[in-house]
T-cell receptor, first 112, second 115 residues
């Protein structure tokens, strides 16, 4: 089946930039998503990118997509302690019904 | 809109008991799904539905049943609970094919412990 891989852990200092990386295998991916999960909570959609885009910026968040290498990244500028959470990358195609395939999540720890 | 709602928030069962986890959405979404989340395993798809009356199995369907009699509701039934089903269960919905973004919205989760 299709696969999505993420590094498991990232630690940064408050004020630094964080970059969370994701690779996927499905060449028919249409949408790629980033979700945030805070402790004890559900998943919250942060942003998504359409597969024909290279970059999407939304306030402190920048998503970069390298479709050739099937590599997705999420950059958080000026990382705050409130950004500490687990971040999930997910992908889906838009042909027929397609499930979302999730990575295992990257735990981001922001220290003061 | 309430979005995706799940009940109960917490549940403790004994091995062999059965129960139903409830899920409802008020966004008129076609697609609904159930996931379980276990430490180190990420999210795994249990069952999903592409519309009322249509369901299919995901990655880990054994021990679970679903039905979709209405667009709004998608209950998950545990037939005979086992300790291996101790997990956090998330219900999710999304609009369906052809909708730009086709974003998936998650419920708050049900934390289930099977003793």
């Amino acid at each position: 089946g299709e696969d999505v891989e993420q590094s498991l852990f990232l630690s940064v200092r408050e004020g630094d930039s964080s970059v969370i990386n994701c690779t996927y295998t499905d060449s028919s991916s249409t949408y790629l998503y980033w979700y945030k999960q805070e402790p004890g909570a559900g998943l919250q959609l942060l942003t998504y990118i359409f597969s024909n885009m290279d970059m999407k910026q939304d306030q402190r968040l920048t998503v970069l997509l390298n479709k050739k290498d099937k590599h997705l990244s999420l950059r958080i500028a000026d990382t705050q302690t409130g950004d500490s959470a687990i971040y999930f990358c997910a992908e889906t195609s838009d042909s027929g019904y397609s499930t979302l395939t999730f990575g295992k999540g990257t735990m981001l720890l922001v220290s003061p | 809109n309430a979005g995706v709602t799940q009940t109960p928030k917490f549940q403790v069962l004994k091995t062999g008991q059965s129960m139903t986890l409830q899920c409802a959405q008020d966004m008129n979404h076609e697609y609904m799904s159930w996931y379980r989340q276990d430490p180190g395993m990420g999210l795994r798809l249990i069952h999903y539905s592409v519309g009322a009356g249509i369901t299919d199995q995901g990655e880990v369907p054994n021990g679970y049943n679903v039905s979709r009699s209405t667009t709004e509701d998608f209950p998950l039934r545990l037939l005979s609970a086992a300790p291996s089903q101790t997990s956090v269960y998330f219900c999710a919905s999304r609009p369906g094919q052809g909708v730009v973004g086709n974003e998936q919205f998650f419920g708050p989760g049900t934390r289930l412990t099977v003793l």
